[in-house]
């Protein structure tokens, strides 16, 4: 192959159809700051994602943050949460002068492991933040049950979870809050953005005033705010990319069933289990290579590269191993976490992928396996 193919490509909609959306802000010349696609967008989210309500934002880190900062912990209060992520989780932790709690995950789907969240419990802890990682959905019930239990808040990192459902309801609907990213990479994307869907109509509203400075009025500030706000820009692009969605969708399918398919019964290759309730996104695929694969994860991540597929480790290193986390805060024993993040490798996934190029990864895969 001679073109690089990357982890993934954005989503776009046809350019005159984008072209044709903004010409309105030519004449209206109203950029941001909740506009009139801001709004639209909003309601249009609400409805798709199955969620009572939900605060757009200026991309999933700002949202995550935000959705924190909402329920207003107490300063130094603990937060239990997954090393197995994208650094955005913990950094929105640790920047809201919280603590990181790192509970190990499960090898079956690499979520946070129910049955490790009690032992990590003290009088200090305010929250659990657990992350549907690649789309896989927690187990909500377990962890709402402990979070019930203890008087703690659930605030899900639902970045990859765009679009899936969990018993017919919309992933945003369960928790505290859940928190979407919109970024370029994602399945779903507004060029930048985010959101984070809850269901207590008050947080909307103080979201409204997070996200804008903590602007109240013209001359009242209450809370100490960011700005946050996703611009028109963006939300045309999100309106543009919402009338797409099911041809997304469908288009990652095919690729998604073909990879399930020939990986299954790959000897040393493993795949993430898929919850039976839960409806999926497609929107990573990741492989874990095992000892018994012959070659290791980092062999096979270089060989891919020098055949110009550029396949990433989606999540290495734990962010609780990161210079800026390590040895900072409790870490409990995180085997599982740890195994994964070095067995773990995301191959290319996204709408435009040819089938072609989708064949010789899986070719390329299995032709590195046999060097051992
Ligand atoms: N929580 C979790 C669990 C997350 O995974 C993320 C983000 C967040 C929170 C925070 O949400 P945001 O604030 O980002 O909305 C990427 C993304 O930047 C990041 O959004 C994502 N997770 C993370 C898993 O992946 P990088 O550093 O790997 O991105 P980059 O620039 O290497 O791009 C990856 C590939 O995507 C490129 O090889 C090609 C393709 N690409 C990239 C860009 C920027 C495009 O096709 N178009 C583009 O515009 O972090």
């Known amino acids: 192959m001679d073109d690089k193919i990357l982890v993934t490509r954005s989503s776009m909609p046809p350019y005159e159809e984008y072209i044709e959306a903004i010409k309105p802000l030519w ?8 506009g009139r696609y801001h709004r639209e967008l909003e309601e249009k989210l609400r409805e798709y994602m ?3 309500e939900l605060s757009l934002m200026v991309n999933g880190h700002m949202a995550l943050e935000l959705a924190i900062q909402a329920f207003d912990f107490p300063e130094g209060a603990e937060v239990i949460t997954t090393p197995f992520t994208f650094v955005s989780t913990t950094h929105a932790i640790v920047r809201n002068r919280l603590q990181p709690v790192f509970c190990d995950v499960k090898p079956d789907d690499g979520t946070m492991d129910e049955n490790k969240i009690e032992e990590l419990i003290t009088e200090r802890t305010a929250a659990i ?20 239990k203890y008087g703690l808040r659930v605030i899900y990192d639902a970045a990859h979870a765009f679009g899936v459902k969990y018993k017919g309801h919309g992933i945003g609907s369960y928790g505290d809050a859940s928190v979407f990213s ?8 507004t060029i930048e953005g985010g959101a984070v869907a809850f269901s207590e109509h008050r947080i909307y509203e103080k979201l409204y005033n997070l996200k804008n400075f903590g602007i109240r009025g013209e001359e009242i500030v209450t809370e100490v705010g960011a700005n946050a706000k996703m611009n028109e820009f ?6 543009c990319n919402l009338n797409h969605i099911e041809k997304a969708f469908a288009n990652r399918k095919i690729k998604y069933e073909y990879y399930r398919n020939e990986f299954s019964y790959m ?3 493993r795949l993430f289990d898929e919850k039976k309730e839960a409806t999926r996104n497609y929107a990573y695929f990741p492989i874990l290579i095992e000892e018994t694969y012959g070659r290791t994860r980092n062999e096979i991540y270089s060989f891919l590269r020098e055949n110009n597929i550029y396949a990433r480790k989606y999540f290495y290193p734990l962010t609780s191993d990161q210079v800026c986390f390590k040895n900072k805060y409790k870490n409990a024993e995180l085997g599982n976490a740890r195994k994964l993040a070095n067995e773990v490798l995301v191959i290319p996934i996204y709408e435009e992928l040819e089938m ?12 590195a396996g046999k060097k051992g």
């Open 129 to 148: 933040v657990p992350v549907h990682v690649y789309g896989n959905v927690c187990n909500i019930e377990a962890i709402q049950e402990i979070a019930d």
């Open 356 to 367: 072609e190029n989708a064949h010789n990864i899986v070719e390329l895969i299995k032709k």
């Open 234 to 239: 963006a939300a045309i692009m999100g309106l």
């Open 27 to 34: 004449e209206s010349h109203w950029l941001t700051n909740m």
């Open 182 to 189: 919109f970024h370029a990479t994602k399945v779903y994307n």
């Open 50 to 52: 199955g969620v009572m």
């Open 267 to 269: 000897q040393g290759i």
